[in-house]
């Protein structure tokens, strides 16, 4: 059994992630329904873009049970998706320009990633960028969810 970093955050149940959809360069992504796991990033971000292509597998691999979600906080989506194209992401994608969400939620920096329940509230928090063990770890809570 893996360990999760120290990074991770156990939430108290119920806490409501602070939105209940977030809007994308082409689609709007709800938050709700099914567990989702929330990544904050930025085109800037060194240790976000390692971490980005871990969560795009993530996402092609829970598709129909969970979501996973990237936001970029960039002030321009440009950037943003300069990195996209360059990492050959499918996963949904978001943007938040005034970083608002993370800031709402006292992110700790970035990366931040947030695991919620199908009704939207926060697991857990993570505040650092997570290797391919703990996104495996993530992906075992996230079926947990999903089998709840």
Same mark, same amino acid.
């Given at each position: 059994m893996l360990i999760l970093s120290c990074f991770w955050l156990a939430r108290a149940s119920g806490v409501p992630f602070p939105a209940s959809s977030v809007h994308g360069? &082409?689609?709007?992504?709800?938050?709700? +329904? %099914?567990?989702?796991? $929330?990544?904050?990033? =930025?085109?800037w971000c060194a240790p976000c873009l390692a971490e980005l292509p871990l969560f795009d597998q993530l996402s092609s691999r829970l598709v129909g049970l969970a979501k996973v979600v990237a936001i970029s906080v960039d002030? %321009?989506? +440009?950037? =943003? %998706? +300069?990195? $996209? &194209? *360059?990492? *050959?992401? &499918? #996963?949904? #994608?978001?943007?938040?320009? &005034? =970083? =608002?969400?993370? *800031?709402? #939620?006292d992110a700790r920096g970035l990366p931040a990633t947030y695991l919620l329940d199908a009704d939207g509230n926060i697991v857990r928090a993570h505040f650092a960028a997570l290797t391919a063990p703990e996104v495996a770890t993530l992906e075992s809570e996230v079926l947990g969810l999903v089998a709840r």
């Open positions: 360069p &082409t689609e709007t992504v709800e938050l709700r +329904g %099914q567990p989702t796991v $929330v990544n904050f990033w =930025a085109s002030s %321009q989506w +440009g950037p =943003a %998706q +300069g990195v $996209v &194209t *360059r990492l *050959r992401l &499918t #996963l949904p #994608l978001a943007h938040d320009p &005034t =970083a =608002a969400l993370p *800031r709402a #939620l």
